[in-house]
């Protein structure tokens, strides 16, 4: 079909709101439109931007059609990712056009970055010479274009002198292309000094990159064993081949020390991809990614939706890490999104982490993934001796919560002039707050959650929708003053007790609400790895595969604290985030150790943790999941229900109970009152859908949703597609 044909013809145009199929457009004559144009289009009172999709539209005379009001000048959104977009809409249920949303996030970019203004030497000499002019002149030797300003700067002289040489001819106007907004990286800039294991995985990965074909290789490999170092091979192999490389981070805006590794590598850094960049940078990445100009971003798992216009690798590193789970509009999984990119593109995808999924572990054991296997740590280093402390044989003193042995293994560490690492995943200073006199428990009003003191900013916080109120002196409840009581710990709490044990220690508390954000976040942590912290206690934010070159060891406050829910999962990520974490101890040669704070020391996490024997772990779980049918040798998928009262959101959600088509593969479970029944003031039910690997799951939820009560009034239902969180 030629443009010509299509434009005399109605345009289908995927715009960024819950539509089930595009909307239909007519696009006047003269206006060249074809499937991946960017274009503007009305919608109701006001405009949007639409891409135009594949098909011929819906059957409507043009005449009686609302007209695209401008097509961009913009790179086509090519027929691989218009496919993804396809593919991730009818994967997860959602509509295509909150898909086509996450791609439109940068409307600025749309247009062409505008040019600047510059100057250019002619060759003509000035009238006179002077020492201002002769120094303008050597500074644009190089015969490249100038701006005013800058040309004055450089050259130490006032613009008056830049314009008295341009009114003799010495310059000419030269407009000056828009800056890139990073470096184009250098695949030979910095050949890696790789160990046996570690040449042995580059070179499938190098081998995989140059074929160009589809296939995923997972790199197994121990915290501290170089995985980073593996992969960038992959990456050099890739940008060798004129393809551009997409990594995948879970915490990018703490990846200071990833960025600094990759410009170690390859010369440059690579372009950054996530919600904290400012506007006008984020619009320059998304515009120059799809000019191509920009050959490797590093970015959160949004960047999955980024318009690469050659792309031919896709990187994700800690490829377990439940961050990769978006739970907002769109329900998706970025790393197994990253494999069906790479499955649509026809290019290799790399997984990479030290605590594999067990979905990953599985499907490498099965050969739909190659593996790679990286058994030791970089330069010989030993990994960290782990120990369990049964906290029922060495407990706390009243009213603390670290075990002497802890405290005593810290004041040797301290004495050494080393560091040591404490982690709780449990942000503020107490996840519950009660009046001694009455009972009174501060709640959220409009979550069924507890409320969490945060002491240093003096707030009792919830941790579900955000509200927070000033810490009171008396009770609400009962009026009694300074009978409040913080029960439980959190790792400010923690921070007290370490400072009253070591008054004379550096502290540094690492948290994801730290007061001024993620800058000094990047800040702490470089002082950590400089060493000008001697203890410090952290969230799950330390285990995100920082290097800490000091520490030499790590206390877990509450081993046991993952394991106390319904979650199917619960053993696995707390095998996962415990490895991670005490990962971080001895990465640069020097003994260590990691010591867990438990009173289930005969727990198979524990056990595996201690005795290092992680291979007995995961083929306990595969074979504990496999016998109950769950993934990765099931399928799962939650329903959430919520609504402005209990009641509504209970009879839908019984209501969709009874729409359940019958099927002999999958059965559903509920409903029932979520663990989290009250959020932002919103009651919510869930129902699970539980069937065989093979089961269209999909299928079965549309016949569902189809079937039963259409949403109405407050009534929201959310399908969640191979769920993370049962909350």
């Known amino acids: 079909m030629t443009d010509d044909s299509y434009a005399r013809r109605a345009v289908p145009v995927l715009v960024p709101m819950p539509a089930e199929r595009p909307y239909t457009y007519a696009a006047p004559a003269g206006m060249h439109v074809q499937p991946g144009s960017i274009v503007r289009v009305p919608l109701g009172p006001r405009e949007v931007a639409g891409i135009v999709w594949d098909g011929d539209g819906e059957a409507v005379d043009p005449k009686k059609l609302r007209p695209i009001s401008q097509v961009f000048d913009c790179p086509l959104i090519d027929l691989p990712m218009r496919r993804f977009v396809d593919w991730i809409s009818a994967y997860t249920l959602s509509p295509p056009g909150m898909v086509a949303r996450m791609i439109l996030r940068a409307p600025e970019a749309f247009d062409p970055e505008p040019w600047t ?49 341009r009114a003799q001819g010495v310059f000419e106007l030269a407009m000056i292309p828009p800056r890139p907004v990073v470096a184009a990286p250098d695949p030979a800039y910095a050949a890696p000094d790789l160990t046996a294991d570690q040449a042995a995985a580059a070179e499938m990965l190098r081998k995989a990159a140059r074929d160009g074909a589809f296939g995923v290789t997972l790199v197994d490999g121990v915290t501290g064993s170089g995985k980073t170092e593996v992969y960038f091979e992959a990456i050099a192999a890739a940008l060798e081949q004129g393809r551009q490389v997409l990594i995948l981070l879970p915490e990018i805006a703490l990846t200071h020390a990833f960025l600094e590794r990759f410009q170690d590598r390859f010369g440059a850094k690579p372009a950054q991809w996530h919600s904290d960049l400012p506007p006008k940078i984020r619009e320059k ?6 000019e191509g100009s920009v050959r490797v971003v590093a970015g959160a798992r949004s960047a999955l939706l980024l318009p690469f216009m050659q792309l031919g690798l896709i990187v994700v590193d800690e490829e377990h890490d439940p961050a990769y789970k978006q739970e907002d509009r769109v329900f998706y999984n970025a790393r197994d999104m990253a494999v069906v990119r790479g499955r649509i593109g026809g290019f290799p995808v790399v997984l990479a982490s030290a605590t594999p999924s067990l979905e990953s572990r599985v499907n490498a054991s099965q050969g739909r993934y190659g593996r790679a296997v990286l058994p030791a740590r970089f330069a010989e280093a030993a990994m960290p001796d782990i120990r369990a402390i049964d906290m029922r044989r060495a407990p706390p003193a ?17 004495a050494r002039g080393e560091q040591s690492l404490l982690f709780l995943n449990r942000r503020g200073y107490a996840p519950l707050t009660l009046c001694r006199v009455c009972g009174h428990r501060f709640g959220c009003p409009v979550c069924s959650a507890w409320l969490v003191e945060h002491r240093f900013r003096g707030q009792l916080v919830c941790h579900h929708c955000g509200h927070n109120e000033r810490r009171p002196e008396s009770c609400p409840e009962c009026g009694t ?13 923690i921070a007290e007790e370490v400072v009253g044990h070591f008054p004379e220690a550096r502290v540094i508390v690492l948290s994801s609400d730290i007061m001024g954000g993620v800058r000094r976040l990047r800040l702490e942590l470089e002082a950590i790895a400089d060493g000008q912290a001697d203890m410090v206690i952290g969230t799950q934010l330390v285990a995100k595969g920082h290097n800490f070159p000091n520490m030499t060891l790590v206390g877990i406050v509450d081993a046991d604290l993952g394991l106390a829910n319904g979650d199917p999962r619960a053993a696995e990520r707390t095998f996962q985030l415990l490895s991670q974490v005490t990962g971080r101890a001895g990465r640069t040669g020097k ?55 209990r009641a509504e959101a209970e009879t839908h959600a019984r209501a969709l109970r009874r ?23 919103r009651h919510r039910f869930r129902l699970l859908a539980q069937g065989k690997r093979r089961s269209d799951m999909q299928a079965f939820i549309r016949a569902m949703l189809a079937a039963g009560p259409k949403p109405r009034g407050s009534v929201r239902v959310q399908v969640d597609i191979d769920p993370q969180s049962f909350l």
């Open 481 to 493: 003053l300074d009978h409040l009581v913080a029960c439980g710990p959190g790792v400010e709490r």
């Open 591 to 645: 003994k260590s150790l990691g010591l867990l704070q438990t009173y289930q020391p005969d727990h198979p996490v524990m056990r595996a943790i201690v005795s290092g024997d992680a291979e007995a772990f995961y083929e306990r779980e595969t074979a504990e999941r496999e016998k109950s049918g769950l993934p990765p040798f099931g399928r799962l998928a939650g329903i959430i229900v919520s609504a402005a009262t």
């Open 117 to 165: 203004e510059g100057l250019k030497r002619t060759g003509r000499e000035p009238d006179r010479m002077t020492p201002a002019r002769m120094r303008v002149l050597e500074v644009a030797a190089d015969e490249l274009a100038w701006t005013r300003s800058g040309l004055a700067h450089a050259a130490g002289v006032s613009s008056a002198v830049i314009d008295g040489l």
């Open 398 to 414: 009243r009213g603390g919560f670290l075990s002497p042995l802890l405290v005593g293994e810290m004041r040797e560490t301290l």
């Open 285 to 290: 990445v998304w515009r120059q990614v799809a």
């Open 659 to 681: 729409a359940a088509p019958a099927s002999p593969d999958i059965h559903v479970l509920g409903p029932a009152e979520a663990p989290l029944a009250l959020i932002a003031g």
